[in-house]
């Protein structure tokens, strides 16, 4: 393999992981609010046994490209900005695909942050009567997930170790009393969706729970020993638990009626177990985000693995900050944003590396400048997304946008081979 790529990022077998410790990764990162809520979204608009469809078709385009992303970053030992400059360019990844990536994880971890820091702000004025300010709940959390971040790969697979089995009795218990409280199996039984949604819809929602996850699973898959390994960590890790955390989100909700998660523990009886779990969950999940964002934070500076701990710091940051300041009155939006603009980034990473290179690390280059027909298939496949999620929603929007960028890739590279790209052998 020519190594033209960004020195300082590829991982060496010495630090490879077991799929065990990778799959842990994967569940402590889909057991989130934001998973919860959604799911309380989805029960608003479908039938329990529609919702179940839903989330395995969501969840299995979601493994279907993230293996592909995990395995290349396994091949190469490279995160996903890496992977981008044989499709886009050094500089077109630097710039484009870093930046895109880095306020897709900056605006979950400010997603999240803010989340944590209202539910704890409400919770312990609902246990103990004290108020504390949400926003700065948001800025002590916030800061406390950043920093976990900040120590590496390793801090991540042990506080998912523990988290985990923790957050597993806390949702076996937010089950227990959502069933057998309150009357949960009259209420789930005689549910009828107060607000149908469509079907597209729907599956456009699963997906933009996990879209950045997806593209990204090369920063984490880049430790693991073989392919072999990517896929099992990528199914196992994300659908079965995407799936209950989403139905268990949906059931609360129902029972409870609303889907605000704080409010739906409270009104289970359940504040301070709920408090427990929002905070694991959330810690789990936003480590992810940082550690990911500072990648692509490193990326834009020039920087390597060495400095990478200085820009997980900024990006947590700001993240945290973001969060303070209101960004989750942005939720929506920022889900449409992200589901049009992220995926098509994995569709010209796979296009480049399994049709173009055929799957082959010795034929993974990357381009120097910027390589026209990537950044042309990114942009095209982007705006057929948008289109199709906000503007004429047709199918299902991510979908859209990887498959439309792969072919606009394959075309412009072997129409314009010599126009459209510069490729480096030294």
């Known amino acids: 393999m020519q190594d033209n790529t960004q020195p300082g990022f590829q991982i060496e077998e010495s630090k490879r992981q077991s799929w065990v410790s990778l799959a842990a990764v994967w569940i402590g990162t889909m057991v989130c609010v934001p998973c919860l809520m959604v799911g309380g ?121 523990i988290a985990v089995p923790a957050l597993i009795i806390v949702l076996v218990w937010a089950l227990f009393a959502a069933l057998f409280q309150n009357d949960g199996i009259a209420r789930l039984g005689a549910h009828i969706p107060p607000a149908p949604m469509s079907i597209i819809s729907g599956i456009n929602l699963v997906v933009a729970t996990f879209a950045v996850g997806g593209v990204i699973s090369a920063d984490f898959s880049r430790y693991a020993r073989n392919r072999r390994d990517v896929i099992k960590s990528s ?75 200085i820009a997980t710091a900024i990006a947590g940051a700001l993240g945290t900050i973001l969060g303070a300041v209101g960004i989750m009155d942005r939720f929506t939006s920022f889900l449409n944003v992200i589901t049009s603009f992220v995926p098509p980034v994995a569709g010209v990473i796979i296009a480049s590396y399994w049709i173009i290179g055929k799957g082959k690390r010795e034929n993974f280059v990357a381009a120097n400048g910027f390589n026209v027909a990537g950044l042309a298939a990114f942009a095209l496949g982007a705006a057929v997304a948008y289109i199709t999620s906000s503007v004429l929603p047709f199918f299902i929007a991510p979908i859209n946008g990887i498959v439309v960028s792969m072919a606009a890739y394959i075309a412009l590279i072997r129409i314009f081979p010599a126009d459209v790209r510069k490729v480096v052998s030294g």
Request: glycine share 12%; hydrophobic share 55%; proline share 3%.
């Open 235 to 309: 199914v196992i890790g994300v659908l079965p638990s995407g799936l209950v955390v989403l139905f268990l989100g949906a059931i609360c909700s129902v029972v409870a009626g609303q889907y605000d998660i704080s409010l739906v523990f409270s009104a289970l009886g359940l504040p301070a177990i709920g408090l427990i779990g929002l905070i694991l969950a959330t810690w789990t999940t936003n480590v992810t985000n940082a550690y990911s964002g500072g990648i692509a934070v490193s990326n834009i500076f020039g920087l390597g693995e060495d400095k990478r701990k």
């Open 41 to 161: 979204l989805l029960s608003s608009g479908f039938p329990l046994g529609t919702m179940f469809i839903l989330i395995v078709l969501g969840y299995a385009i979601i493994c279907a490209f993230m293996c592909f992303m995990g395995m290349q970053g396994c091949d190469t030992g490279l995160p996903t900005v890496s992977l981008a400059e044989s499709a886009l360019g050094k500089t077109g990844a630097r710039f484009l695909i870093s930046l895109i990536l880095a306020i897709a994880c900056v605006g979950w971890f400010g997603i999240q942050s803010a989340v944590c820091g209202s539910s704890f702000s409400f919770m312990i004025a609902d246990m103990t009567g004290l108020v504390i300010p949400a926003p700065v709940s948001t800025l002590i959390w916030g800061a406390i997930m950043f920093l976990t971040a900040v120590f590496g790969y390793n801090a991540v697979k042990y506080l998912n170790y």
